[in-house]
């Protein structure tokens, strides 16, 4: 009677924990998402995610690359370009966000400080190397005026000569990223305010360091989790201009909402395009054990209208693989582009010597972690061109050939390690997969319990068969 009341008990905890583990497959999955989209809410209360976001605390870096110009004298001539790259030049980017307020409609309001501390030991070279670039103030200038009325130009051209300002720059790498003193630029502040982007030192990169990205309002997601990081708008606008491409679309370009797919897309906005850009998926892959999906630029995110029509609101275009961001830069000249011209009209290439461009070393990439939206390595390469040409009236600008400068391209890269990336690895990877191996021995542990007493009961069953049966033949 024991017997039989254990094998009871045995069959009943058998069954019980077949039906909760096969419970487990079902429900594990809704427990995991929920404790993801829980954690993901950008709010205080979520100490990791929230700190993730806040300060960004993984190594970020801005590494730089100069073309310089080896035959200046030539290029006022009217012949081909050559230039070799020089550098890289490395900055640790500190990332901060400031004036952060939530507000009742599940937003949330900030300012991001961006700066930049020189690193010596991942460069080649110093910030004192002299490199040869042209001169934005010069030729920049020149094509912006080359309508007006031909005695302005000249006086124009006076004004160049007047302050000493030459159609190339041969300064140090320090002075072109961050400034220079130049009495063209204090002349053209002090009578012109508002025509540069910057009021004090003249340089490629001095409104950047020490400055904030404008006034973001994203989604926290806690009324929907769909919307997370996405912008509400910059600056108080939902659309930099008039057109409906200059929408502004997607995240702030940090992270994205979580349940990716590989239909997913990366929207998000670039104050420094002043536009939004997209990525789409490529491949899947794998870093320190973590699942992640990589995306990367199609072709038609630089194409122009002719090539691509939805591309029309973002002209006037010329060549496809140039983005026209002259609306960023006062209106100059200036197009941004993949380094070395990458997946742009090969024309581009014929116009200088000295590019190769490659998808490893000139193409850019964002690996996410698709459960969380989270970005695992991140780089994102662009390169800075000016459109240069002869215009008469402006002798500064000699004979020069038309054509698309390339002066200088940079790559923003940074990645998850050390102690974020085992917390992640533990939270997001092996606690799933724990629950995962759970589940299923649940299910092994109670289906060979049942088996076990089915057994244990069939071999009873025989052996007071046998019994029997001796007991006939005795």
């Keep these: 009677m024991n017997k039989s009341k254990l094998a009871v008990g045995l069959l009943v905890v058998g069954s019980l924990t077949v039906v909760f583990g096969t419970v487990l497959v079902f429900v594990g999955p809704i427990i995991i998402d929920n404790q993801i989209v829980k954690n993901l809410v950008i709010d205080p209360k979520n100490e990791m995610s929230y700190t993730m976001w806040k300060d960004v605390p993984v190594p970020f870096f801005m590494t730089v690359y100069f073309f310089n110009v080896l035959n200046p004298t030539e290029v006022l001539a009217g012949e081909k370009p050559m230039v070799e790259q020089r550098g890289p030049y490395v900055y640790r980017k500190r990332i901060q966000k400031q004036n952060i307020t939530f507000h009742p409609n599940h937003t949330v309001s900030y300012l991001e400080y961006r700066s930049y501390f020189f690193e010596p030991s991942m460069s080649v070279g110093n910030e004192s190397d002299v490199v040869?670039?042209?001169?934005?103030?010069?030729?920049?200038?020149?094509?912006?005026?080359?309508?007006?009325?031909?005695?302005?130009?000249?006086?124009?051209?006076?004004?160049?000569?007047?302050?000493k300002e030459g159609p190339f720059l041969t300064k140090s790498v320090g002075k072109l990223?961050?400034?220079?003193?130049?009495?063209?630029?204090?002349?053209?502040?002090?009578?012109?305010?508002?025509?540069?982007?910057?009021?004090?030192?003249?340089?490629?990169?001095?409104?950047?360091?020490?400055?904030?990205?404008?006034?973001?309002?994203?989604?926290?997601?806690?009324?929907?989790?769909?919307?997370?990081?996405?912008?509400?708008?910059?600056?108080?606008?939902?659309?930099?201009?008039?057109?409906?491409?200059?929408?502004?679309?997607?995240?702030?370009?940090?992270?994205?909402?979580?349940?990716?797919?590989?239909?997913?897309?990366?929207?998000?906005?670039?104050?420094?395009?002043?536009?939004?850009?997209?990525?789409?998926?490529?491949?899947?892959?794998?870093?320190?054990?973590?699942?992640?999906?990589?995306?990367?630029?199609?072709?038609?995110?630089?194409?122009?209208?002719?090539?691509?029509?939805?591309?029309e609101g973002f002209c006037p275009c010329r060549q496809s693989g140039l983005l026209n961001v002259s609306s960023c830069r006062s209106n100059s000249p200036v197009f941004i582009s993949h380094p070395h011209f990458y997946n742009a009209d090969p024309v581009l290439l014929d116009y200088v010597q000295g590019l190769q461009p490659t998808e490893d070393q000139h193409g850019l990439f964002i690996d996410i972690h698709p459960e969380t939206g989270v970005?695992?390595?991140?780089?994102?390469?662009?390169?800075?061109?000016?459109?240069?040409?002869?215009?008469?009236?402006?002798?500064?600008?000699?004979?020069?050939?038309?054509?698309?400068?390339?002066?200088?391209?940079?790559?923003?890269?940074?990645?998850?390690?050390?102690?974020?990336?085992?917390?992640?690895?533990?939270?997001?990877?092996?606690?799933?997969?724990?629950?995962?191996?759970?589940?299923?021995?649940?299910?092994?542990l109670g289906l060979a319990t049942i088996l076990g007493v089915v057994l244990l009961h069939y071999r009873k069953k025989v052996r007071m068969g046998w019994q029997y049966e001796y007991k006939i033949i005795k």
């Design 177 to 311: 990223m961050w400034g220079y003193d130049s009495k063209l630029v204090d002349f053209l502040n002090k009578w012109l305010p508002g025509m540069l982007p910057s009021t004090g030192k003249f340089g490629l990169f001095a409104e950047f360091n020490n400055s904030n990205t404008g006034l973001f309002t994203i989604h926290t997601g806690e009324d929907d989790i769909r919307l997370i990081h996405k912008v509400d708008s910059w600056n108080g606008m939902t659309k930099v201009r008039g057109h409906t491409c200059n929408m502004i679309n997607g995240t702030a370009g940090q992270m994205w909402p979580p349940f990716m797919t590989k239909e997913s897309t990366l929207p998000f906005y670039s104050p420094d395009a002043c536009r939004s850009l997209e990525l789409v998926y490529q491949r899947e892959g794998i870093m320190e054990g973590i699942p992640l999906y990589r995306y990367v630029a199609p072709k038609t995110l630089f194409a122009n209208g002719s090539d691509y029509a939805p591309n």
């Design 132 to 163: 040869t670039i042209p001169n934005m103030l010069v030729l920049g200038a020149a094509v912006m005026m080359e309508n007006l009325p031909f005695a302005v130009r000249l006086m124009i051209s006076t004004t160049f000569k007047t302050f």
């Design 375 to 444: 970005p695992l390595n991140v780089s994102i390469r662009l390169q800075l061109n000016l459109y240069m040409k002869k215009v008469s009236g402006i002798t500064e600008t000699g004979k020069i050939s038309e054509v698309m400068m390339p002066m200088m391209w940079f790559e923003e890269n940074g990645y998850i390690d050390g102690e974020i990336l085992t917390t992640f690895h533990t939270n997001l990877v092996l606690l799933p997969k724990v629950m995962v191996y759970m589940q299923y021995c649940f299910i092994v």
